[in-house]
């Protein structure tokens, strides 16, 4: 199954945003594509969080997925953008979205 993951989750909210470090490796574990995990809105603070980042790269490396951080936040969040993330725009993860079998969102 092709999944599309979309990370909205804010970085002060560490269990959630764990949670969907969780189900992102499981489902590559249980043979799941992992298309493109998305950050949007105050979830691009959750991908660059100092003790998030390092499971992120990692995920990106396991999965070969795209690891895109909303365009719009990162620049009203003024975001450094690190590796694995890329910046792109809603109009990636519509196409991500309509390519995947799933799409799971972590608010």
Do not use: Y
């Not at 993951?5 to 574990?29: G, K, L, M």
């Not at 936040?73 to 109009?91: M, N, T, Y």
Request: glycine share 6%.
């Amino acid at each position: 199954m092709i999944l599309t993951i979309i990370i909205r989750t804010p970085a002060n909210e560490a269990r959630r945003w764990q949670q969907a470090q969780h189900f992102v490796s499981d489902a590559q574990d249980q043979g799941h594509t992992i298309r493109q995990v998305f950050f949007h809105s105050a979830g691009v603070l959750s991908a660059v969080h100092h003790d998030a980042l390092p499971t992120w790269h990692l995920l990106a490396q396991r999965t070969g997925g795209e690891f895109l951080l909303c365009s719009q936040a990162v620049e009203e969040h003024r975001v450094e953008i690190l590796a694995p993330f890329v910046v792109g725009g809603l109009g990636a993860l519509v196409e991500a979205a309509v390519r995947a079998d799933k799409v799971v969102s972590f608010v």
